[in-house]
């Protein structure tokens, strides 16, 4: 997310949807409300005037971070790349609203469950930006970038590792990946994915156990591995099969791009689009100025300030991204390419996350400051999956006498100054590590530790202030021992397994939990009984159950993802079947001034 991310994987959230608004010191004891009213967004728009010929495209993207600027899909990590990289890279393969595979798409995939293979069948014309056509060899070195120890890359998961061989190439092993054969040759059209178990979700979008993306293999593969990321071949002149082609980049900043002439379902409308960061507090006055034609990432604190401006309309839906707090519980072992939980950490009592958890506000933050823009999260799945999947539970409402027996129960007990030590009697200090952007992210973060503070919890900010996007996911990412708390967020793939977020195997895993029954319940989702979806929504929502009572993470924000676009803009549509996000390849416009009508 999905947003193409769906990729098969996961993205991290934006810098902006950590930095919350806070409430203040007015809390009470409990919540009155277990959920909020949210606003409603159509996601497309009917402009029923005449496309111009060509045309200029500005989009924003909303970011006080410069953006990394990893234009590979096996490599990058962050939803800012994923925007940037919105309308040239496709993926291979198209589906429906709910996510299912229709074959549309680039390619097309045809699932042998006897045999235990997917066959994906490159359709004619589909080229790179440079021309030369997409083939078979441009499938299998996509999964060779991404399982190359030494590309690092965070999306070699323990669900690719159900591909024969994958894992043999990830050790150094073996030099290629037996699992997948390309049966007409490098240049054919055809791979075919060899699995050692067939999973129910293959039919669906963001699965995470195939790749829904190709790799240049003749433009890149003379790139050593671990230069990869850093290359200007993926930095500054990238090739992708979609709509456009980056033209120009200038680091951290903008992107232009322009047609995509040798595009397979031919050449798009606009002459050119130009994409560029602008900060959290310039970007409502950008739109009063009419300067941008869509935004990316607009902040919905100041939703109020921005939501009615003349000349745009905003497009919208329910997001598959959502905030949480994440509890530090071990250490991520590069060499064994696993997560190692340690009970001893500061983190490591549950009742000490669940009691972290009760003493937040969440649906006062989000009925307060969101303006129906989002609703307080229960569960690690987040509602847009639908009741069959997302668990009708409570979650961590406010809830502080729960909170305070909770951690007298545990043996936190509370000393003369107010605070508590931990049960051995030592001095408890919490490090909480949250994100910088825009004008909240202290003030939220205040005022999560005031409420952390009336439980009787000493809580410091890591560093003493809100860490810059980059530093901050650095530190996650590193298992920084300043860090035991984090808030966090990140936006799904479009299949709800959590496997790829919370295994055992799981990069992203940053929380570091493990456990027998997490391992189980996960592997239980996924498993051959999942086969049948009436079992599988059964395990997902018995998992969800189960996260909820570890707490090793706790959602906080579900939200509604808001895109405006200025009314000259035609055929914009932000349905999850529509390529790219916003329609790139028939997106035009009407008239070649982003003025007010």
């Known amino acids: ?150 590309t690092k890359s965070q999306r070699y998961t323990e669900s690719l590792q159900n591909i024969e061989g994958l894992t043999e190439y990830h050790d150094g092993k073996a030099d290629s990946i037996s699992g997948l054969t390309m049966p007409k040759g490098d240049n054919g059209n055809t791979m075919v994915i060899h699995f050692k178990q067939m999973k129910p979700s293959f039919g669906t979008s963001g699965n995470g156990y195939f790749l829904e993306n190709a790799a240049p293999y003749h433009y890149l593969h003379d790139v050593a591995f671990d230069k990869l990321e850093s290359s200007d071949k993926v930095r500054k002149q990238p090739l992708f099969f979609g709509p456009y082609k980056i033209s120009k980049v200038v680091a951290g900043q903008s992107v232009q791009y322009t047609p995509n002439k040798y595009y397979w379902k031919g050449t798009p409308k606009l002459d050119k689009i130009t994409m560029e960061n602008v900060s959290t507090a310039s970007i409502t006055s950008a739109l009063k100025n009419h300067k941008y034609d869509v935004v990316y990432g607009m902040p919905s604190d100041t939703y109020n300030d921005w939501k009615s401006i003349a000349g745009y309309t905003n497009l919208g839906h329910q997001s598959l991204a959502y905030n949480y707090l994440g509890f530090k519980l071990g250490k991520w072992d590069d060499s064994k390419s696993e997560n190692v939980y340690n009970p001893k950490a500061k983190m490591a009592n549950k009742s000490l996350r669940q009691a972290m958890g009760y003493a937040l506000n969440n649906d006062e933050v989000a009925s307060k400051f969101y303006n129906g823009t989002r609703t307080r999260a229960t569960t690690l799945i987040p509602p847009v999956f639908g009741k069959d999947v997302h668990a009708d539970i409570k979650g961590y409402d406010l809830n502080i006498k729960k909170a305070n027996s909770l951690l007298d129960k545990a043996g936190y007990k509370k000393g003369k100054d107010g605070y508590r030590t931990d049960p051995n009697g030592k001095k408890l200090t919490i490090n909480f590590a949250t994100m910088a952007g825009g004008s909240t992210a202290q003030p939220l973060a205040q005022d999560y530790i005031q409420q952390w503070k009336k439980i009787g919890l000493r809580v410091k900010l890591t560093t003493g202030r809100p860490i810059e996007f980059n530093s901050f996911y650095d530190k996650i990412q590193k298992d920084d021992k300043s860090v035991d708390v984090y808030a966090a967020a990140w936006s799904l793939s479009s299949d709800p397994s959590p496997m790829d977020l919370f295994s055992a195997k799981a990069p992203f895993n940053y929380t570091r939990f493990v456990s027998a029954e997490n391992t189980k319940l996960l592997n239980d989702i996924d498993g051959q009984k999942a086969m049948n979806p009436t079992y599988r929504a059964k395990a997902l929502k018995a998992w969800q159950k189960y996260a909820n009572d570890e707490a090793f993470a706790i959602p906080t924000l579900y939200r509604a993802e808001i895109f405006p676009v200025n009314k000259r803009v035609k055929n914009a549509s932000v349905d999850y079947a529509s390529a790219n996000y916003l329609n790139w390849s028939k997106l035009a416009v009407t008239s070649n001034s982003t003025a007010k009508k």
Do not use: H
């Open 1 to 150: 997310m999905k947003k193409r991310s769906v990729l098969g994987m996961i993205t991290l959230a934006t810098a902006l949807s950590i930095t919350l608004v806070a409430c203040g010191s007015k809390s009470s004891n409990s919540s009155s409300s277990t959920s909020n009213k949210s606003v409603k967004f159509p996601i497309s728009y009917n402009n029923t005037a005449k496309a111009v010929k060509g045309g200029n495209v500005n989009v924003a993207v909303v970011d006080d971070s410069p953006f990394k600027g990893v234009f590979n899909e096996e490599l990058y990590t962050d939803q800012y790349d994923y925007y940037y990289m919105n309308p040239t890279a496709e993926s291979l393969f198209a589906y429906n609203s709910k996510f299912k595979f229709n074959n549309k798409g680039a390619a097309t995939l045809k699932q042998d469950n006897n045999a235990k293979t997917i066959t994906v069948t490159i359709k004619p014309n589909v080229k790179w930006s440079d021309g030369q056509p997409v083939v078979a060899r441009d499938l299998v070195y996509a999964y060779e970038i991404m399982a190359n120890k030494a």
